[in-house]
């Protein structure tokens, strides 16, 4: 559509001549309605491209990470120890140059982790191996904020193969480094204010050995690591229940990961459980970033019958659940990676009420379960998890949770991980 030319800049005698139909004030309210629908439309047309600009990324898809779950968990990459985590390593980071990453490690894409432990007692016989963690990073795009870090990691390695049985790690963690592969995948299309490496650590089955090393020997100045995500084994779900629940740990120690998780969008048939780290321990690979006051998030749907056992495979992952999760993941850090408020860690302030909630969900459906006969509890587990599940109930009711009752649940919490799961 051509421009509208002016009244003012209109040829006067084309304007002075006669109209046989319309009178001059007729023109004169025709031209104005004509110039208020080109402008309403033009108007329409723009604010559709505003809403269209705004509306989320497409989520992450089941097809989209299962490639690499199965690849990682395939029995030829031999539980990703010795030659097979060789492999398992060539893939990734040939997903990192494959969608133009760049290096981490001073051009290089692997950091070398001296040995620490022999596999020999593993029963595999083998010596001891120097591991390596990988890495790839997009710059980010704000001429500050890019000086600031967010540390996306999940380890690759497994437990090889043990007394003549491959221990395939599906879950564990196959299914996090596919969230580290599609997230970096989606974020490379569209770049932070901050720079955000993507880090698939090894020997985190030594004792978080990788990470550990990582941050003794960081790319980049420590104190400008601003937040770190971590996730580990979000295929699956708690002691095999059929919850739609992934927990996140750590926010107690950020107010703008409280912020992000309150506003998110938490795709259909999921459930955020928030819990405190204390409550579990150090289960993963946030450790050493927690340990130097790094505020994380830690992400995992928790441990299951298959757990560090031969029969975590593929074929039991629960891909739409993980994909969520990895959805998630991603808006998380969209949220987190472009926010100007700074990062920064702060004294824990529990989420109560939200950890109360979540012991009670997995009591019930313990219960449930047990009820159902998918699930087999002693006299003794039973009549623990039932008053759980009755004081957590009272206080989920009252909505409100004491600083003692707080302490309460988190000691329940634990010994539920150890009596029962």
């Given at each position: 559509?051509?421009?509208?030319?002016?009244?003012?800049?209109?040829?006067?005698?084309?304007?002075?001549?006669?109209?046989?139909?319309?009178?001059?004030?007729?023109?004169?309210?025709?031209?104005?309605?004509?110039?208020?629908?080109?402008?309403?439309?033009?108007?329409?047309?723009?604010?559709?491209?505003?809403?269209?600009?705004?509306?989320?990324?497409?989520?992450?898809?089941?097809?989209?990470?299962?490639?690499?779950?199965?690849?990682?968990?395939?029995?030829?990459?031999?539980?990703?120890?010795?030659?097979?985590?060789?492999?398992?390593?060539?893939?990734?980071?040939?997903?990192?140059?494959?969608?133009?990453?760049?290096?981490?490690?001073?051009?290089?894409?692997?950091?070398?982790?001296?040995?620490?432990?022999?596999?020999?007692?593993?029963?595999?016989?083998?010596?001891?191996?120097?591991?390596?963690?990988?890495?790839?990073?997009?710059?980010?795009?704000?001429?500050?904020?890019?000086?600031?870090?967010?540390?996306?990691?999940?380890?690759?390695?497994?437990?090889?193969?043990?007394?003549?049985?491959?221990?395939?790690?599906?879950?564990?963690?196959?299914?996090?480094?596919?969230?580290?592969?599609?997230?970096?995948?989606?974020?490379?299309?569209?770049?932070?204010?901050?720079?955000?490496?993507?880090?698939?650590?090894?020997?985190?089955?030594?004792?978080?050995?990788?990470?550990?090393?990582?941050?003794?020997?960081?790319?980049?100045?420590?104190?400008?690591?601003?937040?770190?995500?971590?996730?580990?084994?979000?295929?699956?779900?708690?002691?095999?229940?059929t919850l739609p629940t992934v927990f996140v740990i750590g926010a107690e120690?950020?107010?703008?990961?409280?912020?992000?998780?309150?506003?998110?969008?938490?795709?259909?048939?999921?459930?955020?459980?928030?819990?405190?780290?204390?409550?579990?321990?150090?289960?993963?690979?946030?450790?050493?970033?927690?340990?130097?006051?790094?505020?994380?998030?830690?992400?995992?749907?928790?441990?299951?019958?298959?757990?560090?056992?031969?029969?975590?495979?593929?074929?039991?992952?629960?891909?739409?659940?993980?994909?969520?999760?990895?959805?998630?993941?991603?808006?998380?850090?969209?949220?987190?990676?472009?926010?100007?408020?700074?990062?920064?860690?702060?004294?824990?302030?529990?989420?109560?009420?939200?950890?109360?909630?979540?012991?009670?969900?997995?009591?019930?459906?313990?219960?449930?379960?047990?009820?159902?006969?998918?699930?087999?509890?002693?006299?003794?587990?039973?009549?623990?998890?039932?008053?759980?599940?009755?004081?957590?109930?009272?206080?989920?009711?009252?909505?409100?949770?004491?600083?003692?009752?707080?302490?309460?649940?988190?000691?329940?919490?634990?010994?539920?991980?150890?009596?029962?799961?």
């Amino acid at each position: 559509m051509q421009p509208l030319q002016p009244l003012a800049q209109v040829d006067p005698k084309l304007r002075k001549q006669p109209r046989i139909y319309c009178s001059d004030f007729s023109r004169f309210i025709f031209s104005c309605v004509f110039i208020w629908l080109c402008l309403v439309t033009t108007g329409s047309h723009l604010f559709a491209q505003e809403v269209e600009n705004t509306t989320a990324p497409p989520a992450i898809t089941a097809d989209q990470i299962r490639p690499h779950i199965e690849y990682l968990a395939d029995k030829e990459r031999q539980g990703r120890r010795g030659k097979g985590k060789h492999q398992a390593a060539d893939y990734i980071i040939s997903q990192f140059q494959g969608m133009g990453l760049y290096p981490l490690f001073s051009g290089r894409w692997t950091q070398e982790v001296p040995a620490r432990v022999s596999d020999e007692s593993s029963g595999s016989g083998e010596a001891a191996q120097v591991g390596y963690n990988l890495g790839g990073f997009i710059p980010g795009t704000d001429p500050e904020l890019k000086k600031e870090w967010i540390i996306v990691n999940a380890h690759y390695d497994h437990l090889g193969i043990q007394w003549g049985e491959v221990f395939p790690g599906a879950d564990d963690n196959a299914s996090g480094v596919s969230m580290l592969i599609e997230v970096a995948r989606k974020l490379k299309v569209a770049p932070l204010k901050r720079s955000v490496a993507f880090v698939a650590f090894d020997f985190e089955e030594s004792f978080l050995w990788g990470s550990r090393w990582f941050m003794g020997h960081t790319p980049m100045e420590t104190d400008q690591i601003k937040f770190c995500v971590t996730a580990d084994m979000i295929g699956r779900s708690l002691g095999g229940l059929t919850l739609p629940t992934v927990f996140v740990i750590g926010a107690e120690h950020s107010q703008v990961a409280r912020d992000a998780l309150s506003n998110a969008v938490v795709p259909v048939e999921l459930e955020i459980a928030q819990l405190g780290a204390d409550m579990i321990g150090t289960r993963s690979d946030y450790g050493p970033f927690r340990d130097q006051q790094i505020p994380f998030l830690f992400f995992s749907t928790g441990e299951h019958p298959d757990y560090h056992t031969p029969g975590d495979t593929a074929d039991k992952i629960e891909y739409d659940k993980a994909a969520r999760i990895c959805t998630l993941i991603r808006d998380l850090l969209i949220e987190i990676g472009n926010t100007k408020t700074t990062l920064a860690w702060e004294q824990p302030v529990y989420q109560k009420l939200e950890e109360a909630k979540a012991v009670h969900r997995v009591t019930q459906q313990l219960l449930d379960a047990e009820a159902e006969g998918t699930v087999a509890l002693s006299s003794m587990q039973r009549f623990f998890v039932s008053q759980v599940k009755a004081k957590s109930g009272y206080m989920v009711r009252v909505g409100r949770v004491s600083d003692d009752e707080r302490k309460w649940v988190s000691r329940t919490a634990q010994m539920l991980l150890i009596a029962v799961f």
